[in-house]
């Protein structure tokens, strides 16, 4: 490949790897990220490593040529390049940040979603023990660390820092830079607790004080939030899978959206059909979305990415909740409890879609595809059977049960005491 082939790749916005030549390769990990990699044989042993500094354009083609000729000429003469990079490498971890560096170069090219353990070190672990000497780190410090999310009412967070605590001190041990790794005596019981499944569905009468709850304060749950609310109600989808949508993904005139594999958390791309009260949903989102891309687009400046957070509609129910979010501000009462609902997460709305299909005598599989689940056992391997007729029927059938919820329609609470008879 010459520089504009290379160009055409990226454009492609294809992921993965393409030969150059002479065991020269550019692999594109992430959409917009493209680094140079080196394929040789030493010892009988195929081997490959990421160039130092071997990210594109920054290192041109014919740098990056020249860099992969010395390596396969170290290999000749029985030299491990990316051996004695990494010694080099060993003897120059010195802090915690040192080594998740470290750490994180080895794990990133595996994860599906690499940001997820560099936003969990950035947040919980970096501010405690980030400049800290990896020698220095005791168990005192993880148990400061997992202390300090579960008080912040995180436990199932609190798990997962105190996880990666030690997957980050297994590799300080693989590397022999410590003896023990401080985090390994440490529990979920010691962090956010034994994990429970959550068995949390909403009912109608619930669903219909909701809306109003979030009609009535829509100065703290956004008009934007509200649709969002309703998508993941009736299209059974997963809050990731929906916030990152964009809009070349729909074909409204078809009332299909085409999810693509990478944003599908099951990593096959699935069709899923749009009832007629979620076009009119989506075409107010296109209004209110000011040209961008994106069906839900970042309210704030953001290099990271041009949709909203993660957290935006956790903390924006949580406020009604009465829970507190925003750290220079009071809480809000809790506005939701006050309407006798018991306490749900963005999660529990998944949930309660399913919930309501079984109610509505959806079958199983067909339930479960709606919720772009994969089927079990060998009916999983033989039946590939996509099933979007039957799901299209079941989601037309769910929307026309919660759309006059939704959009507030008159004699509501008659039409729900008649479904739940």
Not at 35 to 50: A, L, P, Q
Not at 61 to 86: F, N, S
Not at 91 to 106: A, K, P, R, S
Not at 222 to 236: F, I
Request: net charge positive; proline share 4%; hydrophobic share 40%.
């Amino acid at each position: 490949m010459n520089d504009k082939q290379i160009r055409a790749f990226l454009k492609s916005k294809e992921l993965g790897r393409k030969a150059i030549g002479d065991g020269l390769y550019i692999r594109v990990q992430t959409e917009g990220i493209a680094y140079w990699e080196v394929r040789y044989s030493i010892n009988g042993k195929r081997r490959s490593m990421m160039l130092q500094g071997g990210v594109y354009p920054a290192m041109p083609l014919v740098e990056a040529r020249a860099e992969a000729a010395k390596v396969k000429l170290l290999a000749k003469q029985g030299i491990d390049a990316l051996a004695e990079r990494e010694r080099q490498q060993g003897e120059t971890i010195i802090t915690v940040n040192d080594l998740f560096d470290d750490w994180y170069e080895c794990i990133a090219s595996r994860l599906k979603h690499a940001e997820i353990p560099m936003r969990m070190y950035n947040k919980e672990i970096k501010p405690t023990i980030g400049e800290l000497r990896v020698t220095d780190v005791n168990a005192r410090d993880i148990r400061a660390i997992i202390h300090k999310v579960a008080y912040s009412n995180r436990p199932t967070v609190a798990n997962k820092t105190l996880l990666c605590c030690k997957q980050l001190f297994n590799h300080a041990c693989k590397l022999d830079l410590i003896v023990g790794n401080p985090a390994t005596a440490f529990k979920p019981i010691d962090a956010g607790g034994i994990e429970k499944s959550r068995d949390r569905a909403l009912k109608l009468p619930e669903l219909v004080s909701l809306f109003k709850v979030l009609r009535d304060n829509s100065q703290i749950f956004t008009r934007d939030n509200y649709l969002a609310v309703a998508l993941l109600l009736s299209l059974g989808v997963r809050k990731g899978e929906l916030i990152a949508a964009k809009w070349n993904e729909f074909d409204f005139d078809k009332q299909l959206w085409n999810m693509p594999k990478d944003r599908s958390k099951t990593g096959v791309a699935i069709t899923v059909p749009l009832p007629s009260p979620t076009i009119d949903w989506f075409k107010e989102l296109h209004a209110r979305a000011g040209g961008s891309e994106f069906v839900f687009p970042s309210r704030r400046a953001s290099k990271r990415r041009g949709y909203i957070s993660s957290d935006t509609l956790n903390h924006a129910l949580a406020k009604l909740f009465g829970k507190k979010v925003d750290s220079n501000k009071q809480p809000y009462n809790n506005l939701l409890g006050q309407a006798n609902i018991e306490h749900f997460t963005i999660h529990d709305l998944r949930r309660t879609c399913r919930s309501l299909l079984a109610k509505l005598e959806v079958p199983p599989h067909i339930a479960e595809r709606c919720l772009n689940h994969k089927l079990r056992g060998v009916e999983g391997i033989y039946n590939q059977h996509d099933y979007l007729e039957e799901r299209k029927e079941a989601l037309g059938k769910l929307a026309h049960l919660l759309s006059p919820i939704i959009n507030n329609q008159e004699n509501v609470i008659p039409f729900i005491q008649m479904k739940n008879a």
